[in-house]
C-alpha cells in the first residue's frame, strides 16, 4: 500500500494500476446549483489512507460544499508534480515528498497530516532474528532504490552502534511484500495498516521495529494532503471547502470503520473486503489515539515534526540547501471544529 518515498511514488504512478470506477462516481449533488469541479490525486490505489477521501465523496459531503471531486490515479511524474503543475487540484504525498519537492522548487504545500505518528515499520519474519538495529548486520535489505531508504539505514545503525556496511542493498521496486521477505530480502520497510495487517490475515509471524520508535527524527508525516501554492492563492475558499468536507469525511469514517471499509469497497471492490475490514479497524485505533495524545483538530501538523525531518535530510545531504519549512506546510485551511 503506502510506499512513502519520491522514487516508489513514480514507480507505482507507472503501474497505472486498475482501481475500478475510482474517478466516476459523484456525491449526492447540491440541489440548484452548479458544483464546482475538484480533481484529487492518489498516491497509490485505493486503499484505506483514502477511507475519509472516499467516504466524503459517497456520502455528499462535498457536494454539500459546492464541489465535484474527481479521483484520479497518479501519473509517472509523481504527485507533487503534477499537483504543482496544475494537473490535479489536491494529491496524496508524504512528507519526505514535499521536502523533496520543495527544495527542488516545486512548489507544494501540505495542507493536513492524516495521522500524527509514522506508522511504517521494518519487517522481518520471525525465524530472519531480526529483533533490533544491531541485527541488521549480515542480512538483505529489500527496499524501492530510493536514497532515503540508505540514508536512514545508515543513521540509524550509527545511533545503534551497527556497521552498515555489513548490510546487502537489495532493490526489489515495487514486488509485492509477501512475494520477496524471506526469498529475495531478510527484512524490508512496510507499513503496519496495510502489509502489517495482511501479514496478521495470513497468520504470517513478523518482528516489527517501527521508525518512531527507533529515532524521534523519524517520526514525520506520511501520508499528508497537498495542494499547490497557485491553488492556494486562487482558490483559497475552495481549498477550504474541500479540507472542511474531507475532515468530516475522516471522522465519520473513524467512528464506524467498518461503513467507511464497505463504501471503500464499493468505490474499489477489487481490494480484498478482509484485509480492507481489518485495516479500517486498525486506522480508525490509530486517529483514537492520536485525539487522546491531545491533536487540537483533524489534520493538525506540528513545525517541529517538519522542521526535524527537512534537517535531517540536509545534513544527509538527500536535498542540496535547507528549505523553508514554513512555507512547506500549513494548519490555516483546517477546521478547527472537526476534531
Not at 501479514?199 to 517501527?210: P, S, T
Not at 473513524?254 to 474499489?268: F, G, I, M, S, T
Request: hydrophobic share 45%; glycine share 10%.
Amino acid at each position: 500500500m503506502m510506499k512513502g518515498w519520491a522514487f516508489a511514488l513514480a514507480v507505482f504512478g507507472a503501474l497505472a494500476l486498475t482501481a475500478c470506477g475510482a474517478g466516476t462516481k459523484q456525491g449526492a449533488p447540491s440541489e440548484g446549483a452548479a458544483r464546482e469541479s475538484v480533481t484529487v490525486m492518489l498516491d497509490w490505489y485505493p486503499n484505506t489512507n483514502h477511507l475519509g477521501l472516499y467516504w466524503a465523496r459517497e456520502k455528499g459531503l462535498f457536494a454539500a460544499e459546492g464541489l465535484d471531486v474527481s479521483i484520479v490515479q497518479p501519473g509517472e511524474s509523481g504527485v507533487a508534480q503534477a499537483v504543482a503543475a496544475g494537473r490535479a487540484d489536491f494529491g496524496y504525498s508524504y512528507q519526505e515528498e514535499v521536502t523533496y519537492a520543495r527544495a527542488s522548487g516545486v512548489p507544494v504545500v501540505s495542507l493536513g497530516a492524516l495521522y500524527q505518528h509514522n506508522t511504517s515499520a521494518f519487517a522481518s519474519l520471525k525465524e530472519a532474528g531480526i529483533r533490533s538495529v544491531q541485527d541488521f548486520e549480515g542480512k538483505r535489505y529489500g527496499g524501492w532504490g530510493s536514497p532515503t531508504e540508505e540514508a536512514v539505514l545508515r543513521a540509524l545503525m550509527a545511533k545503534y552502534g551497527a556497521d552498515f556496511s555489513k548490510v546487502k542493498m537489495i532493490v526489489l521496486g515495487q514486488a509485492d511484500f509477501f512475494a520477496t521477505i524471506g526469498k529475495e530480502a531478510d527484512f524490508e520497510w512496510i507499513y503496519y495498516g496495510w502489509d502489517g495487517i495482511e501479514a496478521e490475515r495470513r497468520g504470517m509471524a513478523l518482528d516489527l521495529l517501527f521508525l518512531k520508535d527507533l529515532d524521534p527524527v523519524f517520526d514525520y508525516y506520511t501520508p499528508v494532503i497537498i495542494a499547490g501554492e497557485a491553488m492556494l492563492e486562487k482558490r483559497p475558499e475552495t481549498v477550504r471547502k474541500f479540507m472542511r468536507a474531507l475532515a468530516k469525511g475522516y471522522q465519520a469514517a473513524y467512528a464506524d470503520p467498518e461503513a467507511a471499509a464497505e463504501v471503500l469497497l464499493q468505490a474499489a471492490p477489487e481490494l480484498n473486503g478482509e484485509l480492507v475490514r481489518r485495516s479500517a479497524a486498525y486506522l480508525a485505533g490509530v486517529d483514537a489515539s492520536d485525539r487522546a495524545e491531545g491533536r487540537p483538530y483533524w489534520g493538525h501538523q506540528k513545525r517541529d515534526v517538519w522542521a526535524r525531518f527537512a534537517d535531517w535530510m540536509h545534513a544527509s545531504g538527500l536535498i542540496e540547501q535547507p528549505i523553508d519549512v514554513d512555507r512547506a506546510f500549513t494548519n490555516d485551511f483546517l477546521s478547527s471544529d472537526v476534531k
